[in-house]
């Protein structure tokens, strides 16, 4: 006769409380999505969804609203951001990983840990009395005066420099973001096998050649979901751009000018919300950022998940 084996009942309850636990994931996200949607219901209904994502319009007064400023102000400041931290958090991953003696290693590491769980909020403040001050009186001019007069560069640099505007906030968005792009390339490139990159090494490769021909090309998944998961982290920065960016909704070519975010009007303006439709829009764009960040979160995994099964291979 088979035996019948009879559960443990404490397997039985770890199974169902880690069950539960993760669930509880959906649910959240599950109900913020609710929130967002039925707050922002009214906006909606009003002003559809092409509308309001193309529209310039942030009128409390009137009570006419569009998100396109907000979506502009991010879109330029992340891309100043990704413009300078990819190349600069590679470089670091990749002295790390095979330049760098050995002693050297750990405390740089031990810094760009620290320097990713460094509160935002520091960064916005150290933005404000030291970047700000550097970036009007000697960076901007500077820029103004050597690409002023570029054709097709010199709009970007056209303005006042006041150092509180869209330069300032892509920079700091970018000490902010290397930590993370640096990390998740160091751990790709260390994935890079030994062997193949002995194998280059005995035919004669520099080490530039190996670099560039081999271990980046090998890890180029995992360092692309890193710099998609930077992404998702700048989109979503609120604090430190708050303090270095203003808060003008308007579209302009010049990155000298104080713009607006979807995470910066969202903090400026949501206590002063005195109206349905103005909470609702306030409502709309958290709506607007929760989806984009939900993509590129989702692309990030997708090709952090192909590099693992690559690397596992």
Do not use: C
Request: glycine residues 6%; proline residues 5%; negative net charge.
């Amino acid at each position: 006769m088979p035996v019948l084996f009879k559960k443990n009942p404490i397997d039985v309850a770890f199974s169902i409380i880690t069950g539960l636990a993760s669930l509880s994931v959906l649910v959240f996200i599950i109900g913020i999505l609710y929130v967002l949607f039925t707050e922002s219901s009214p906006a909606i209904e009003k002003f559809g969804v092409m509308k309001f994502l193309t529209s310039t319009d942030w009128d409390p007064v009137r009570e006419s609203f569009g998100a396109a400023t907000s979506l502009y102000g991010t879109a330029v400041a992340t891309a100043i951001a990704l413009f300078i931290a990819i190349p600069v958090a590679i470089g670091i991953a990749v002295f790390i990983t095979e330049i760098s003696p050995d002693f050297l290693k750990s405390p740089i590491g031990i810094a760009i840990e620290l320097l990713a769980a460094i509160p935002s909020i520091i960064y916005g403040m150290w933005g404000l009395f030291v970047l700000v001050p550097i970036m009007a009186d000697y960076i901007e001019p500077a820029l103004q005066s050597t690409l002023g007069n570029v054709p097709l560069i010199g709009i970007l640099f056209e303005g006042t420099p006041m150092g509180i505007d869209l330069l300032t906030a892509g920079i700091i968005l970018s000490i902010m973001i290397i930590p993370f792009t640096a990390s998740i390339s160091r751990d790709a490139f260390n994935l890079t096998p030994e062997i193949v990159k002995e194998s280059a090494y005995a035919l004669g490769a520099t080490k530039w050649e190996v670099v560039k021909n081999v271990v980046i090309p090998y890890s180029k998944l995992g360092v692309f979901g890193g710099i998609v998961l930077s992404l998702g982290r700048a989109l979503g920065e609120t604090m430190a751009v708050a303090f270095v960016l203003g808060n003008n909704h308007q579209i302009t070519t010049s990155l000298l000018d104080a713009a607006a975010t979807i995470t910066v009007t969202l903090a400026n303006e949501f206590t002063e919300a005195d109206s349905d439709i103005y909470l609702a829009s306030l409502f709309y764009l958290a709506l607007i950022l929760f989806v984009l960040s939900f993509i590129t979160l989702a692309i990030a995994k997708f090709f952090l998940l192909k590099a693992e099964r690559k690397f596992s291979r």
